[in-house]
Nanobody, 125 residues
Framework: QVQLVESGGGLVQAGGSLRLSCAAS????????MGWFRQAPGKEREFVAN????????NVADSVKGRFTISRDNAKRTVYLQMNSLKPEDTAVYYC??????????????????WGQGTQVTVSS
């Protein structure tokens, strides 16, 4: 069992940056692939980025490529999402998720086993 708690969301102007964190409980964090998703009002939850168990393989959605970076620190049981050059369309609740596997490019919601409660990111124009 893994419990995930996101933090770092907030209100930022367009062009600004935020770094989201997702702290995980449990001793087996390093054996989980991790992902970030987001859900804007009235829209489906969508994939943002994922990372394998070592942090050596990452994937990001085309909509955030070149602006967002995912990383992890297994010693701290934390995964991060660095968001730069934010746009109003990045406004959403951001969720982190864990999958009981070491690696793989998983982009569907139903491919993840555990979810956090989410953190709100609002980008003003």
């Amino acid at each position: 069992q893994v419990q995930l708690v996101e933090s770092g969301g907030g209100l930022v102007q367009a062009g600004g940056s935020l770094r989201l964190s997702c702290a995980a409980s449990g001793r087996t964090f390093s054996s989980y692939a991790m992902g970030w998703f987001r859900q804007a009002p009235g829209k489906e939850r969508e994939f943002v980025a994922n990372i394998n168990w070592t942090g050596g393989v990452t994937n990001v959605a085309d909509s955030v490529k070149g602006r967002f970076t995912i990383s992890r620190d297994n010693a701290k049981r934390t995964v991060y999402l660095q968001m730069n050059s934010l746009k109003p369309e990045d406004t959403a609740v951001y969720y982190c998720a864990a999958r009981r596997t070491y690696s793989g490019d998983y982009r569907r919601r139903d491919e993840y086993d555990y979810w956090g409660q989410g953190t709100q990111v609002t980008v003003s124009s």
